[in-house]
C-alpha cells in the first residue's frame, strides 16, 4: 500500500449492538498496513443507542468521524453522504449489521494493484435464511442480466475503491438499488476490476428493511429509473461530466 491513505465508511442504521467493535477492529487492522486513515460512520437516523454509543467514540478515536441524519434517509443516502465526506485516496465500505468480517479488508488490499481502480467482494456462502438465499440467487441473477452487469455478485456490500473513481461519476439512489446503480456506472466509466471472495455471517441483532412492502415498491421504482437511465439511453448520461460537490 505504501503511504496509501484508506477511508473506512459505514453506514449504520439501529445497530447499537455492533457498530462499537467494528469501528475498533477496522481500525486495528488498518493501523497494520498504513497510519494515515480515517472511519466514518454515518447514522442514518438511528432509533436505538447507535448515536450515543458513537458520539461516546468519537470523543475516544481520533480517528473516527461521525456524521448524523436526523432522520431516516436510506442506505443509498448514507453511503453518499459518507463517499462524499471520506477524505483519503482509497475508500473501503461494508454494513454497520456484522454480517461481513472487516477483517478481511486485507483480501481487498492485496489485490489493489495499480492497474485496478476497485475490488468487489463476492460471497462464498450467503448465511441466510433459506427464503433470503433463494431471493438472493434470484434477484443478482436477474440484476447481471437486466443491467448487463459483469461483477459476480452485486448485492455484496464489501468493496474497495479509489476515491477519485467520483471524478467520473455520481450516485443518486438513496436506497439499496445504489448497488446495481454503482455497478452499472463504474462499468459504463470503464473501471478496471478484481473481485476476491469474502465471508458472510448471520445476522445476530435487528432484522432488515428489505422485505418490508413499501421497501419493495420504493426498489422496484428505482431499478426502473435506473434501467431506464443507464441501459436504455442511448446518450452519454449526465452524471459522467459532473463531480460530485462536498457536502458542508
Known sequence: MGRTSISAVFPAYNDQH?????VRTVASEMCKVTDDFEVLVVNDGSRDKTREILERLRMELRFLRVIHHDTNRGYGAALITGFTNATKDVIF??????????REIHNLLSELRPNIDLVNGYKVKR???????VI???????MRFVFRLSIRDVDCDFRLFRRDIFEKITLESRSGVICVEMARKFQLAGS???EVPVS????LHGSSEFFRVRHL??????????????VLSPKLPVWMTFAPKKSS
Open 93 to 102: 465500505y461494508t454494513d454497520g449489521d456484522g454480517q461481513y468480517d472487516v
Open 200 to 203: 458472510h455471517y448471520p445476522r
Open 127 to 133: 448465511s441466510d435464511p433459506w427464503y433470503r438465499i
Open 136 to 142: 438472493g440467487e434470484v434477484y443478482r441473477r436477474s
Open 217 to 230: 415498491q420504493h426498489t422496484l421504482r428505482g431499478l426502473i429509473r435506473i434501467w431506464w437511465t443507464l
Open 18 to 22: 455492533t457498530i462499537e467493535g467494528i
Open 192 to 194: 478496471r476490476m478484481a
